[in-house]
């Protein structure tokens, strides 16, 4: 076991450049959740995927927003047209489907949108 | 709906003393209680949950937390505190079931020090 792995770790990028993420969850949990945390904030629930099927979607996430997670193992998280406001640490967690709530989350990619 | 209260947002406490982090939570649903602790530069990493049974729930490195019900609170205890404990503190809520039970709400966090 691994971890929840998260690449790249930090990304500065000029507004409105695009930018992916990726997240390789624990490989035997078949759900993957992302969240986003701003300075002084807990972190907020963006998207959950069971396996390949994305599941939820907050209205956190805008259609600038997409998230894929194909074959059911490493996800991606793309911002299209970055804004200054983007600017948060995105955070990749893991869970079996049988343990509920509780989650193993990643170290997280730190956005900086300049 | 499910929201998260934590009372203070940065606690400062020596080594050796009591730490108190507290937590209330507001949920139309019976509630799976949880808390996390961030250390710097490090992802969350799971303290201690509640889900149903025994309301004292003891967690790693010492920590425990009490669900009671007719307060709407989860406080966050650990007898003595150790420098190694500084970290900011996240407790969160989900739902027990339905669509919410994968969901976890969190509080703003407290940022616990402590002092030599």
């Known amino acids: 076991d691994t971890g929840v792995s998260q690449n790249p770790r930090h990304k500065i990028t000029k507004r409105g450049q695009n930018v992916t993420f990726r997240c390789d969850p624990i490989s035997e949990h078949n759900r993957l959740y992302w969240y986003r945390q701003t300075l002084g904030q807990g972190p907020e629930f963006l998207t959950y995927f069971q396996n390949e099927a994305q599941l939820e979607k907050s209205r956190l996430l805008s259609d600038r927003f997409s998230a894929e997670r194909p074959k059911g193992s490493f996800s991606t998280l793309e911002i299209q047209r970055t804004e200054q406001g983007d600017s948060a640490m995105y955070l990749c967690?893991?869970?079996?489907?049988?343990?509920?709530?509780?989650?193993?989350f990643g170290p997280g990619t730190r956005l900086l949108v300049l | 709906a499910q929201s998260v209260t934590q009372l203070g947002s940065h606690v400062s406490v020596s080594e050796g003393a009591l730490v108190l982090l507290r937590c209330n939570y507001s949920?139309?649903?019976?509630?799976?209680l949880f808390w996390y602790v961030q250390y710097p530069n490090q992802g969350l990493q799971l303290l201690l949950k509640y889900t149903t049974g025994a309301t004292l729930v003891k967690g790693i490195n010492g920590f425990e937390a009490e669900f009671k019900k007719s307060e709407t609170s989860f406080h966050l205890t650990k007898p003595s505190a150790h420098m190694s404990d500084a970290a900011e503190y996240f407790c969160a809520v989900s739902g027990v079931s339905g669509g919410s039970n994968y969901k976890l709400t969190f509080g703003k966090g407290t940022l616990l020090t402590v002092n030599p």
């Open positions: 949920s139309s649903v019976p509630p799976y």
């Open positions: 967690a893991s869970s079996p489907a049988e343990v509920r709530g509780a989650v193993w």
